[in-house]
């Protein structure tokens, strides 16, 4: 088990960055492959990015590829998501989460995911 908590929401200006951390607590934070969802309001939750539990392989929603990146220091039990040219649409409460399951390496599917923050607000606007 593992626990997690999201931190460095805001509002941000078009254009700016923002990186948000995801502290894990509870087990050795390596053992389990991590990723980012956010929602928007009346919009169903969907896939940001995602990362192995070693920090070697990554994976992009194509909304945010080449603006944010996902890196985890496993010695300090951290994940991160540094956003970058930031957009209105990015407008979003930030989940992390984290997978235990063996056979979950990276994934894009909430559905893989057993632990979840409990969000951060990302707010993106003039």
């Known amino acids: 088990q593992v626990q997690l908590g999201e931190s460095g929401g805001g509002l941000v200006q078009p254009g700016d960055s923002l990186r948000l951390s995801c502290a894990a607590s509870?087990?050795?934070?390596?053992?389990?492959?991590m990723g980012w969802f956010r929602q928007a309001p009346g919009k169903e939750r969907e896939f940001v990015a995602a990362?192995?539990?070693?920090?070697?392989?990554?994976y992009y929603a194509d909304s945010v590829k080449g603006r944010f990146t996902i890196s985890r220091d496993n010695t300090m039990n951290t994940g991160y998501l540094q956003m970058n040219s930031l957009k209105p649409e990015d407008t979003a409460v930030y989940y992390c989460?984290?997978?235990?399951?063996?056979?979950?390496?990276?994934?894009?599917?909430?559905?893989?995911?057993?632990?979840w923050g409990q969000g951060t607000q990302v707010t993106v606007s003039s």
């Open positions: 990362i192995s539990r070693s920090g070697v392989i990554t």
């Open positions: 989460a984290a997978s235990g399951r063996v056979r979950v390496g990276l994934s894009t599917t909430e559905e893989h995911y057993d632990y």
């Open positions: 509870g087990r050795t934070f390596s053992n389990y492959a």
